[in-house]
């Protein structure tokens, strides 16, 4: 009866249960929607919330989201754990991603979490140029984990795809010279012209009986593609900077250590804005929608400035006779 006078909506006015609970609710009900790879990110998100409790004996609860806990999570992040500010800013995202999930179910009222701020910083795009992915592709490798990962990060780097999506093609998927696929992150489906590289791989492994490629962990990949770039002597030295609350620390190492899956799709798309490709096409083919995340993955390399400079303006005849 108190529910009904006090509540007349219906909507629950506070929940008894903890916030990871809640939590874990939330989580549970994102798998029937949300690729499993999100699933993943939400795991790491509350366990990066549980790790904050247990160090710090600060009690995460649902109805005491406010600026002292942002204060004291930001603090922990950035003192306690070094994290940089790009993974502080998914950890809120997901933080305001969650809340606003309780805030419809009427579990927690407090709109406080709308003004928590993070920034994300854009990163430094490290590709491979198409000089060292052809070394890279016609490389011969000593053992078979090595060539099947380098086979299997080329054909990334030919198609722009998502390690996600590799793993999950079928030979059905692929008809006359194109794959059609349904995209896991964004679950749309997807059509991709294979270019002469990217057959070349397929053409490896047509004895395989029902992959069109073999199978490899995303980790494994990751692992053997930069000893694969340092047999290769990919090993030019490649400045970067992050940030760590807002502190920038430079960083250079050898490029070799700095390869991973999603290197292969930047390299993709940046080699290919570098070739002329049409960045229509560019996009249809990643899947990307919005400029703005689009936009991100591109390099405008040196080389590349200078050649569109000799493109445009050095093409216009001096009439003055001077260079």
């Excluded at 793993?167 to 696929?181: Q, S």
Aim: with cysteine; charged share 30%; proline share 2%.
């Amino acid at each position: 009866m108190k529910n009904a006078i006090f509540n007349p909506s219906g909507k629950q006015r506070k929940t008894n249960r903890t916030f990871f609970e809640v939590l874990d609710e939330y989580i549970e009900s994102s798998k029937a929607i949300r690729a499993n790879r999100t699933i993943v990110c939400y795991g790491t998100f509350k366990n990066f919330l549980m790790d904050f409790e247990k160090d710090t004996k600060y009690k995460v609860d649902l109805h005491s989201i406010n600026f002292k806990f942002f204060d004291n999570l930001r603090t922990y992040a950035f003192i306690k754990r070094k994290a940089k500010d790009n993974y502080f800013a998914k950890i809120i995202s997901n933080l305001k991603a969650f809340l606003t999930w309780c805030q419809r179910r009427g579990y927690t009222k407090d709109l406080t979490f709308k003004d928590f701020k993070a920034v994300e910083r854009e990163k430094d795009v490290i590709y491979l140029t198409i000089d060292e992915l052809m070394l890279l592709l016609n490389f011969e490798f000593d053992t078979f984990k090595k060539k099947r990962a380098r086979d299997l990060f080329c054909f990334m780097c030919f198609t722009g795809m998502r390690v996600s999506d590799l793993h999950n093609l079928k030979r059905e998927n692929i008809k006359d010279g194109k794959i059609f696929k349904t995209i896991v992150k964004t679950h749309k489906t997807e059509v991709i012209s294979l270019n002469q590289f990217a057959r070349e791989i397929l053409a490896r492994y047509e004895d395989l009986e029902n992959y069109p490629l073999p199978k490899l962990s995303a980790q494994k990949i990751n692992d053997h593609i930069k000893d694969c770039c340092f047999d290769a002597e990919i090993t030019s030295l490649v400045s970067y900077v992050d940030y760590s609350g807002g502190k920038a620390r430079e960083h250079t190492e050898p490029k070799c250590k700095l390869i991973t899956n999603h290197t292969a799709r930047k390299t993709f798309i940046t080699n290919s804005v570098i070739l002329g490709m049409n960045l229509k096409a560019i996009k249809k083919t990643t899947g990307h929608i919005k400029d703005s995340v689009f936009n991100k993955y591109i390099k405008i390399t040196e080389d590349f400035q200078q050649l569109e400079m000799e493109r445009t303006w050095d093409s216009i005849p001096n009439k003055s006779g001077k260079s």
